[in-house]
C-alpha cells in the first residue's frame, strides 16, 4: 500500500510524464471536471489513453468541457463522457450522482481499473462560516467530506486527491496557525477563536487540504483502496481566484500553467506500481523540485506528529461523523 503527496515546483519542472500510457480498459472519474485543473486533467489522461468521466455541477459547462477533451489529439483515444449534477454541499446529491456512475464504472471497479481523481473544490475567499446542507464547515464538507462519501460509493482502485502546498500552513510551529489544522478531535466545533487568523477562510482551506493529504495516507494504510496519493499543487493558473481571470500569471512565469501542474497527477493515475515504487518508499511525499520521496507530514513544523496514527483517527472520526449525521 502507498499513499503519497506528490508536489509539482513551476521553477523546477520534472519529466515525470515522459512514455506514460494508460493501462488497456482504465477508467478514470474526474470531479471538477469543467474548468482550471480538473479539465487539464481530464484532458491529460484521456491523451494517455485512459477513458475519463467528467463529473460537474452544471450540465452545460459539463458538456462543453467533454467536448473540448473529446477535441484533443488522438482522436480514437477513448470517448470521455460528462455525468453532471454533482453537488458537493449536498450528501444527498453526492450519493445520487454517485449511482449515476457506478452504472458506468461497475466493470473497470470490478476489473480494478478504476481511479477516483477528487479534484473538485471552491476558493477560500468568503466561505468561512457557512455551512453545506448537513450542516459542515463548507470547505471541509465539499473538499473532503464528499470525497470520502464518493470513495466509499464508487470503490475505485485508486485515489488521487487534488490538495495544495497551503496545507504547510498547518506545520508552522506556532500558534495560532497549528491548533485550528490538528486538534485531537477532528469534526469537533471549536470554541469562538481569540484570533482572527484561526478563524479564517486561509485556514479553512488549508486545514481542507491537510485532511486530504491524511485521508490519501489512511485510506492505503487500512487497505481500503490498493493505492492513494494527494497531489500538493503549488500557485497554478486557473480561474479559481479573480486575480486570476484579470491575468495569465502563467505567461509571466509566475505561476505554472494547469496543463503542466497536472504532471505529477498523470503519474499518479497512470503509472504501473512498479514506477511507482521506484520514486520512493511506501507512505512517502514529494516536495516541492524534488524527485525524493519523502514520509508524508515529513515538515519540520509536524516533527513529533505520527502521521499513521492521525490518518486512523481521521477515517474513524469521519466515518463517526458520517453515521451521526441525519439522512437529508
Known amino acids: 500500500m502507498v499513499a503519497c503527496v506528490l508536489q509539482w515546483d513551476v521553477l523546477a519542472p520534472q519529466a515525470l510524464t515522459n512514455g506514460l500510457a494508460a ?14 485543473l480538473g479539465l487539464a486533467s481530464a484532458r491529460a489522461l484521456r491523451g494517455v489513453g485512459a477513458t475519463v468521466i467528467l463529473g460537474c455541477r452544471s450540465e452545460e459547462r459539463c458538456a462543453a468541457a467533454a467536448a473540448l477533451v473529446n477535441a484533443d489529439e488522438p482522436r480514437d483515444a477513448p470517448t470521455a463522457r460528462a455525468v453532471a ?47 453545506t446542507d448537513e450542516g459542515l464547515q463548507l470547505l471541509t464538507g465539499c473538499m473532503y467530506i464528499s470525497h470520502h462519501v464518493l470513495v466509499k460509493a464508487l470503490q475505485p482502485t485508486r485515489v488521487v486527491h487534488a490538495s495544495s ?34 478563524s479564517s477562510d486561509l485556514m479553512d482551506y488549508s486545514r481542507s487540504k491537510l485532511l486530504l493529504t491524511l485521508h490519501a495516507r489512511a ?4 487497505g481500503f483502496v490498493s493505492r492513494a496519493y494527494a497531489v500538493s499543487y503549488p500557485w497554478v493558473q486557473t480561474n479559481i481566484q479573480p486575480f486570476m481571470r484579470a491575468l495569465d500569471w502563467s505567461r509571466l512565469g509566475l505561476m505554472a500553467s494547469a496543463a503542466t501542474a497536472v504532471a505529477p497527477l ?11 515504487d521506484q520514486l520512493g518508499p511506501n507512505g512517502g511525499v514529494f516536495l516541492s523540485g524534488q524527485l525524493e520521496l519523502r514520509q508524508a507530514l515529513d515538515l519540520p513544523g509536524f516533527r513529533g506528529l505520527n502521521a499513521s496514527s492521525l490518518a ?15 439522512e437529508k
Open 266 to 276: 498523470l503519474v499518479a493515475c497512470v503509472a504501473s506500481a512498479e514506477r511507482l
Open 219 to 222: 485510506m492505503a494504510e487500512n
Open 165 to 198: 502546498d497551503t496545507h504547510h500552513l498547518c506545520s508552522l510551529p506556532l500558534p495560532p496557525l497549528v491548533s485550528p489544522c490538528l486538534s485531537d478531535d477532528f469534526f469537533k466545533p471549536g470554541a469562538p477563536s481569540p484570533t482572527a487568523l484561526e
Open 312 to 326: 486512523r483517527s481521521l477515517w474513524r472520526d469521519t466515518e463517526s461523523l458520517l453515521a451521526a449525521l441525519p
Open 23 to 36: 493501462e488497456r480498459g482504465l477508467t478514470v472519474v474526474v470531479t471538477g471536471a469543467n474548468s482550471g
Open 85 to 131: 449534477g454533482l453537488e458537493l454541499s449536498s450528501l444527498k446529491s453526492v450519493r445520487r450522482w454517485a449511482r449515476r456512475v457506478r452504472g458506468l464504472t461497475r466493470r473497470a471497479a470490478r476489473r480494478g481499473k478504476l481511479v477516483l481523481v477528487a479534484n473538485a473544490g471552491m476558493p477560500n475567499n468568503g466561505a468561512h462560516g457557512k455551512t
